[in-house]
């Protein structure tokens, strides 16, 4: 089948929502096939970002559902703390305001813990997850004391966003060196111009540089999220992925990951980072719909 959309196709139209009490923009690709909730990263992550060679791919077979999630893109102002619980309610929120009975949840880094929380707690709602360098898992993290002090210091997190706001240069600089292909990956100057735009966009509503879910998992002597130990009762297929060269979710601990879940499959995505829907988005999607068409047979109309 030939990709008959592109990612101007996609995010030329969009749906503001309120979901939870706050804004979110939300975008559509493909007309027939199971439905599919795509989730991005945090800190500057967002839908058009991440998911702008995927979703077009992906939009084939599927009816795609894409989502800046709060404070991130045009999802914004939010109020208050969005952390692991707020994101337990808010995604059962975004399913009814997309008028979606069940969905499967594809989900990058941040996105990826959202979804595999989410699938915990309401597997009557998914059909099934793609994790890719999930969030949410390992006890424990290098440095983990000084890393806990440095995200709690007050006020450092929002001096950390109005500091990459001034300097778009650092930005391009820290996009080039954690994408394998530098600034030889396609589209890299799209890709910086997002990542600025949300840099200073976190600066301008006063938002820190790191997710509330983000800074939240992290304690210090151990992680305070940490899912792993709750997999075994997870009810829906999972598909367990990570870049071989991602220096943020290692091997061991996805494989850890992978092995508590019943039913789940682990991969490697060759020559990719923390990233792989920017450093390989043809074989990320490949993968992505290899797993769902297994999953989930033929989905839901």
Known sequence: MTDT???????SRWTDLTVCGGPVRTYRAGESGP??????GGML??????WRDVAPRLATDHRVHLVDLPRHGASRPWQGRLDDAFYRRFLGGLLDALGLE?????????????AVGYALDHPERVDAVVAIG???IGARRKAQLLTW????????????????AR?????????ADNLTAGEETDGFEEIVALAVAEARAKAEHGEPALDDWMTGAYGPFAMATDLVPDLPGLRVPSLWARGDGDPLVGHEELAAAAAAAPGSRLL??????????????EETTRLVRAFLAVACGNGRA
């Open 45 to 50: 992550d967002t839908a058009q970002g991440v």
């Open 167 to 175: 300097r778009p240069a650092l930005v391009r600089r820290s996009m």
């Open 5 to 11: 959309t592109d990612a101007a196709d996609v995010f």
């Open 268 to 281: 490697t995505i060759r020559d990719a980072g923390h990233i792989v829907t920017y450093d390989q988005p």
């Open 102 to 114: 069940r969905a499967s949840l594809v989900g990058l880094s941040l996105g990826a813990g959202i």
């Open 35 to 40: 439905p599919v909730l795509l989730l991005h």
């Open 134 to 136: 999930p969030g949410g």
């Open 149 to 164: 002090l440095t995200i709690r210091t007050p006020g450092l997190m929002r001096l950390t966003s109005r500091y990459l």
